[in-house]
């Protein structure tokens, strides 16, 4: 079965920081980009960052630049995405998703990991 | 950016019916369009990845068509599973962005 477990999530104080954690299953995780996408509470969906394959190519979106890092670590089926200078904007569920069709239509979602950013 | 404008915003409709579900792009996206589904405390499920291509496992009574600008999720006849919030993403432009939704509520 395919699956992606994030973790990590939690509640931080505006300006801290957070790792998330996403663990793959059954897939050949060293072949496909990996992304994240987040979602504010009652909120629509943002995408937030991604890394490819071989970990050399990475993308973050605007709001979350310069203030995030994304890894992976092939050996271990998991991608990283840490988190610093949180913002109260910040709050959110973060969804780890690839795409088994080499595209960026994600078929693939964890069940998702809350963060809160509050004081 | 490319901005994703959905409509309605809620659209209410009986089991049976048919639903049509627009996305209007701010610049054309070609066919790289996809449509999710997501239901409350749930992650969403991909339906339709360019513009009319359903997913793995998508029953075909979800219809996915338009290029360029305008799109359609069109589901023929409304199961009661069906009711959920449904969003369009455009991956044809960085960044990736996604619409507002529409919420699909019983009538």
């Known amino acids: 079965e395919v699956q992606l477990v994030e973790s990590g999530g939690g509640l931080v104080q505006p300006g801290g920081s957070l790792r998330l954690s996403c663990s793959a299953s059954?897939?050949?995780?060293?072949?496909?980009?990996m992304h994240w996408v987040r979602q504010a509470p009652g909120k629509g969906l943002e995408y937030v960052s991604a890394i490819s394959s071989n970990g050399r190519t990475t993308y973050y979106a605007d709001s979350v630049k310069g203030r995030s890092t994304i890894s992976r670590d092939n050996s271990k089926n998991t991608v990283y995405l840490e988190m610093s200078s949180l913002r109260v904007e910040d709050t959110a569920v973060y969804f780890c998703v690839c795409s088994e069709y080499g595209m960026f239509a994600f078929n693939i979602w964890g069940q998702g990991t809350m963060v809160t950013v509050s004081s | 950016e490319i901005v994703l404008t959905q409509s309605p915003g809620t659209l209410s409709l009986s089991p049976g019916e048919r639903a049509t579900l627009s996305c209007r792009a701010s610049q054309s996206v070609t066919s790289d369009v996809a449509w999710y589904q997501q239901k409350l405390g749930q992650a969403p499920r991909l339906l339709i990845s360019g513009a009319s291509t359903r997913a793995t496992g998508i029953p075909d009574r979800f219809s996915g068509s338009g290029s360029g600008t305008d799109f359609t999720l069109t589901i023929s006849r409304l199961e009661p599973e069906d009711f959920a919030v449904y969003y369009c993403?455009?991956?044809?432009?960085?960044?990736?962005?996604f619409g507002q939704g529409t919420r699909l509520e019983i009538k």
């Open positions: 059954g897939i050949m995780f060293n072949i496909y980009a």
């Open positions: 993403q455009q991956y044809g432009s960085s960044p990736i962005t």
